[in-house]
């Protein structure tokens, strides 16, 4: 009996169809960078502001000249004579910590400091919906991607979905920063679209 021949096989999924999915991986991952960098520029921005106008709110007042020698008279006529159990052999107190110490010390609070500050500026960020909402759309269309390539040629996935991230990659950016695509640009984009075309003629 002869196989009918309106039958497609069903392992071979549409043309359009996975051209079509994998444009939207190219949708979330090229066209979320632009905002994504508009973002994190924005929240840089207030950081600097914030940390410019902290030391002019908190920077305290220096007294004058005839206050600080006002103090310095009053200081030396208020302090009592030393004891001669005050004049000890220094060796007999403290020994002085090594050097490489005191280093390996202020090294390590240097780095805890550097990670503190790190944690809550990726933190911070975090919270800012303008950067989060397209970051996890960007993750997401990552996650697509690695669904979809077991499903189809690999030689027709990686071109189709890295070329339509930099054609949406410059469509955001002239939608977010209004910036003006040059005519090298269109002439590039145009060539990638070609090649697409190309790349899923070939395996058709």
Partial sequence: MAPD???????????????????????????????????????????????????????????????????????????????????????????????????????????????VTIFWTVVNLLRTPAYLIPLVINLTGSVWFFLLVGKHELSLTVPLANSSAFLFTVLGEWYVERKVIEKETWLGMALVLGGIGICVQSKT
């Fill in 5 to 115: 021949a309106g039958t497609t096989p069903s392992d071979q999924p549409p043309v359009f169809n996975y051209v079509l999915s994998f444009l939207l991986v190219g949708v979330a991952w090229g066209f979320t960078t632009p905002f994504i960098r508009r973002a994190a520029a924005d929240f840089n921005a207030r950081q600097e502001l914030q940390q410019q106008s902290q030391p002019t709110e908190l920077q305290p007042t220096r007294p004058t000249r005839n206050e600080r020698d006002s103090d310095d008279s009053e200081s030396d006529e208020d302090q009592p004579l030393p004891s001669p159990s005050n004049f000890e052999d220094p060796t007999t107190t403290s020994n002085p910590q090594p050097a490489w110490m005191n280093a390996s010390s202020s090294s390590s609070s240097w780095l805890r400091t550097k990670i």
